[in-house]
């Protein structure tokens, strides 16, 4: 009994720190004019889901139209992914295709006084708590155990890959890296030697230039 409710323990635990980690619930302020935006560095082939909504900060709201928000989502090749205006409240969901910082960018459209505070709220879920699990459970005919199980299967290959895409990454950043250096010490190379030409030219230039004189 003992170590069944251990397991289940570990298993919420490490359930409550994927959740975490790829579950993103922000507030943004939206200035009077410019824009205002989040990113997140996803690989490729991951599901991603969002809801936003604007909160009313205004005490005064019956009195005014509420103010409405413009919203687009592109991806790191500059692909327009969503693209909504005139709203209050929104979803976006989309696989993803490339790998890189996917944007998504606020700011206010219309019927807001300067000086009024707009709050979005942003839930931006992504990979494995982008997953609609109550169908898959449905679909499988699976509970309890089986199904906690079936969760923890699932969080443990969106680790492997969110392991094997930083590998990746990492890798690339090294080899840029390592480009880099070689480039800085060819750089260095060539400086020196051209420091090195110039200076025995001065040197030929000025002893022939003494001998022409008569001076040494």
Request: some cysteine; proline content about 5%; glycine content about 4%.
């Given at each position: 009994m003992a170590t069944k409710l251990a397991w289940r323990a570990v298993i919420v635990f490490i359930w409550w720190c994927i959740i975490t980690t790829t579950t993103q619930a922000i507030?943004?302020?939206?200035?009077?004019?410019?824009?205002?935006?989040?990113?997140?560095?996803?690989?490729?082939?991951?599901?991603?889901?969002?809801?936003?909504?604007?909160?009313?900060?205004?005490e005064d709201?019956?009195?005014?139209?509420?103010?409405?928000?413009?919203?687009?989502?592109?991806?790191?090749?500059g692909n327009n992914l969503h693209h909504k205006e005139n709203t209050t409240h929104g979803q976006f969901a989309f696989t993803t295709t490339e790998s890189g910082n996917y944007l998504a960018c606020f700011w206010v459209d219309g019927?807001?006084?300067?000086?009024?505070?707009?709050?979005?709220?942003?839930?931006w879920r992504v990979g494995i708590a982008a997953k609609d699990w109550e169908s898959v459970a449905k679909k499988e005919k699976i509970e309890g155990v089986e199904f906690e199980l079936t969760k923890l299967e699932g969080?443990?290959?969106?680790?492997?890959e969110n392991l094997?895409?930083?590998?990746?990454?990492?890798?690339?950043m090294r080899q840029v890296s390592e480009k880099t250096n070689a480039r800085v010490a060819w750089f260095s190379i060539m400086s020196l030697g051209v420091?090195?030409?110039?200076?025995a030219l001065q040197v030929w230039y000025l002893k022939r230039f003494f001998h022409k004189k008569k001076l040494i």
């Open positions: 507030w943004l302020d939206l200035p009077d004019s410019g824009t205002k935006c989040v990113s997140e560095d996803i690989h490729n082939n991951v599901v991603v889901l969002a809801d936003y909504s604007v909160i009313n900060n205004q709201s019956h009195l005014h139209p509420a103010a409405t928000i413009s919203v687009k989502v592109t991806s790191p090749y019927n807001h006084r300067p000086g009024d505070r707009l709050t979005v709220s942003l839930d969080a443990v290959e969106a680790i492997h094997i895409y930083l590998k990746n990454r990492e890798a690339e420091c090195i030409g110039a200076s």
